[in-house]
């Protein structure tokens, strides 16, 4: 059993940077590949970003590679995601998810077992 909680979101303008952070309770945290994923109102969850266990691979969608970057500390049970250049079209309820996958970076939600709560971010033009 994990819990996920996302911190961080907030207003930015465009150009502006901003780091995610997931805070993982459960001891089993290295067992799971971690991911971003981001969803807007009437839209589907869209992948972002993912990891997987030993932090070796990452993963990233192709509208936020070279601007964002994924990382996780298994020691401290936490996943970032740095974000750089940001657009107006970043906006997005983000969401950490955990997926028992044993290895690997999904990029699909319905392999992620957990999810935190979202953290609001909103990038103004």
């Known amino acids: 059993q994990l819990v996920l909680v996302e911190s961080g979101g907030e207003l930015v303008q465009a150009g502006g940077s901003l780091k995610l952070s997931c805070t993982v309770t459960?001891?089993?945290?290295?067992?799971?590949?971690m991911g971003w994923f981001r969803q807007t109102p009437g839209k589907e969850r869209e992948f972002v970003a993912s990891i997987s266990i030993s932090g070796g691979s990452t993963q990233y969608a192709d509208s936020v590679k070279g601007r964002f970057t994924i990382s996780r500390d298994n020691a401290k049970n936490m996943v970032y995601l740095q974000m750089e250049s940001l657009k107006p079209e970043d906006t997005a309820v983000y969401y950490c998810?955990?997926?028992?996958?044993?290895?690997?970076?999904?990029?699909?939600?319905?392999?992620?077992?957990?999810w935190g709560q979202g953290t609001q971010v909103t990038v103004s033009s």
């Open positions: 998810g955990a997926a028992a996958v044993g290895w690997g970076t999904p990029a699909t939600a319905h392999l992620y077992d957990y």
């Open positions: 459960g001891r089993t945290f290295d067992h799971y590949a």
